[in-house]
């Protein structure tokens, strides 16, 4: 049972025993009363912001065991100028990462999701609007928006990721129970930079990434803006975070096989010539690929 489960338990006892305690002896101060009920609430909503308290379902935030490798991931995207830029980066230093992408992104960008796939990236999924109170939805909608992302990315190049990062890495109970039902792992970190928030400097960026670049590591950054309204800071730091990580001796893996999950295949039957075929098409964005 993980730390956060742990904590929820004994909180819930704790609020039986004073709410037993209150029988018997008699209502307590309302003081007293609010001070325990906003401290429940405060625990709840930390299982919510702090999804590497794993409170209300199993969230993959670092890799266990001794492997030296560290997973790259990449949130807010696909954008047609900056996630080509991050691509070019990625080459330059033989590395590999993971795409988290937006659906309705997607489907504007379809020729940027073919290049992440064609060029030996991996992806997975980010919800299709961005909703910021997604963490509110019913489970019913969780599982539905999942699974709208997944279609989008399988028209734009033939694949359906598992891995799914909810808008803003919030994981409420709701969040959790759609995830379970749209079999989607639930995929945290273990080092951000907030570079999505706003117009962070790259060197900030790397500060703040370089000192968790530890074995089994999943790192958070971004290659386009929730808005597409600025650059995310860390399309320039990414040198600088590539060049610590090979300093460390680490090598750079997808999510999948950092965490030893199965991996997004091609809809239908595999095919090993997947990336030459999506790359032939990703100057097509109107043409869905065939998968087939």
């Known amino acids: 049972m993980t730390l956060g489960r742990l904590l929820l338990w004994a909180c819930s006892l704790g609020g039986l025993g004073f709410s037993l305690a209150a029988a ?16 429940y609430v405060a625990v709840i909503l930390a299982g919510v912001f702090f999804p590497r308290l794993q ?16 997973a790259l991931t990449f949130d807010d995207g696909p954008h047609p100028r900056s996630t080509p830029a991050v691509l070019d980066i990625l080459e330059q230093h033989a590395a590999v990462a993971t795409f988290f992408v937006v659906g309705h992104k997607v489907d504007k960008h379809p020729e940027v999701v073919r290049q992440i796939v064609a060029r030996g990236h991996a992806l997975g999924l980010h919800g299709y609007q961005h909703d910021r109170l997604f963490a509110l939805q019913p489970p019913a909608t969780v599982a539905a928006d999942i699974e709208k992302t997944r279609d989008a990315v399988e028209r734009a190049c033939g694949v359906r990721p598992r891995t799914f990062r909810p808008p803003i890495g919030f994981v409420s109970p709701r969040t959790a129970d ?38 089994g590591a999943i790192v958070l950054l971004h290659d386009a803006a929730e808005r597409d309204d600025f650059t995310p800071g860390a399309v320039e730091a990414l040198p600088r975070i590539l060049e610590a990580i090979q300093r460390r ?27 030459e075929r999506a790359l032939a098409h990703a100057d097509d964005p109107g043409k869905p690929l065939d998968a087939s």
């Open 178 to 215: 759609g995830a379970r039902r749209a079999q989607a792992p639930l995929v945290g970190w273990s080092a951000r930079a907030y570079d999505g928030t706003g117009h962070v400097s790259p060197e900030r960026v790397a500060r703040r990434i370089e000192p968790g670049l530890r074995a």
């Open 24 to 39: 018997w002896f008699g209502p307590p101060a309302v003081w007293v009363v609010a001070l325990v009920f906003f401290a």
């Open 55 to 70: 409170m209300y379902a199993t969230v993959h935030c670092r890799a266990p065991g001794s492997q030296r490798a560290v």
């Open 249 to 275: 001796g680490l090598t750079t893996v997808t999510v999948d096989q950092l965490l030893g999950l199965e991996s997004a295949s091609p809809a239908g039957s595999p095919s090993s010539d997947f990336g």
